[in-house]
């Protein structure tokens, strides 16, 4: 699965607001139900708490990927979320995180669960962080994204 077809580029915010890990949560959640409004928030945020309680979701320095399963949704849907300032979001370095993708998976989706998580590392690994935060624009972004695969 290409990580064009999980994060829409109406999904991808480019100026998080919030400082810390679960106003960020809120935040991308909110982006997502400004583009799926049938889908329930709080199970949403339940889901992605109860993954972030057994692991925090932090993958590289400056980088998380909080995700759950949700059974009101079918197949994989993300958004992706940029700060300069940086989240305050636990860590293991201590250092804040700058770019967040936010994975919601549908119980179906649970075999395509690590093709994606692999798809955002390799990403991460190839300097995710810079080309997001030089991405002018959410279309930008989607551009880069649309690249890596």
Do not use: W
Not at 10 to 35: C, H, Q, Y
Not at 46 to 63: C, F, Q, Y
Not at 139 to 146: E, N, S, T, V
Request: hydrophobic residues 45%; negative net charge.
């Amino acid at each position: 699965m290409l990580l064009a077809e999980v994060f829409n580029k109406n999904l991808i915010k480019l100026d998080l607001e919030s400082r810390d890990k679960d106003a960020v949560f809120d935040e991308l959640v909110g982006e997502i139900l400004a583009v799926k409004p049938e889908l329930d928030g709080e199970e949403i945020l339940a889901a992605i708490h109860d993954r972030e309680l057994k692991m925090v979701t932090s993958v590289a320095p400056g980088v998380a990927v909080p995700h759950g399963y949700f059974r009101g949704l079918n197949g994989i849907i993300g958004a992706l979320g940029f700060s300069r300032r940086g989240i305050e979001y636990g860590s293991r370095d201590n250092k804040p995180v700058h770019l967040v993708f936010m994975v919601l998976l549908g119980e179906g989706a649970r075999e395509r669960h690590l093709h994606v998580l692999s798809r955002i590392l390799t990403f991460v690994k190839s300097g995710a962080l810079s080309y997001i935060g030089e991405a002018e624009s959410p279309q930008k972004a989607y551009d880069i994204l649309c690249q890596a695969g």
